[in-house]
């Protein structure tokens, strides 16, 4: 990593293989503006509409609000403006997902992207034993998170809070506890977790091959009333 690079909390994570859900390398290594937009960082405005269906009023699904709540408890009003119009305008370069981890490069005032790593606390060896009882005992958890709706209580409990992000870095100079470039980050896991509502279950520790199994039952159970 980089030297410098501002981090709270325990020591950064080793990455393992980690799922790529965005690359966009055509906007890789862009070169330092000089045009500002307002927030102090010398990247100019883009036109475009937003990205995502997290940015479209009334589209996000339950777990990425999870994600956008817990960047929310961190940063002030202004960093959170200024983050969703970076991933709005596509200076998320890069998003990488590994198990309750993610690690980004977001474009800002520099020659080289910003890193970005966020880690959100593990399930328990028992909640997520829990947790597969639920789904399997009630079939409109796994209905509910399909559409993109908030589970029953048993499943919100656990699954994912705002309270489990647990750490976070980023290569920027920003000396607050939630930059403007986490929060870009966030908002693309967000849109990512809205347009695969599945992606929440692998992501947070679940067998990949459990996930069609329960859909199997839950469309079988359907079928039967």
Known sequence: RAA?????????????DNVVVGDFSRRRRAPARTTGTGDGDGTPPRDG???GQILRSGDGSWAGDQVIAAVAARADAGRMTRGR???????VVSLGMDLNCVAAEVTGSQREPFSVDMRWQPLADRHRAFLEAEFSGDPSHLRLLLAGREPG???VALLLRPDQLVDSWCTCPDHGPMCKHRVAVAYALADHLTTDPTAVLTWRGFDTPAVPVSYTHLRAHETSL
């Open 85 to 91: 119009n970076y991933y709005r305008d596509g200076n």
């Open 49 to 51: 509409a937003d990205r």
């Open 153 to 155: 209580p048993e499943v």
């Open 4 to 16: 410098g690079r501002r981090r709270s909390g325990t020591p950064q994570p080793q990455w393992g």
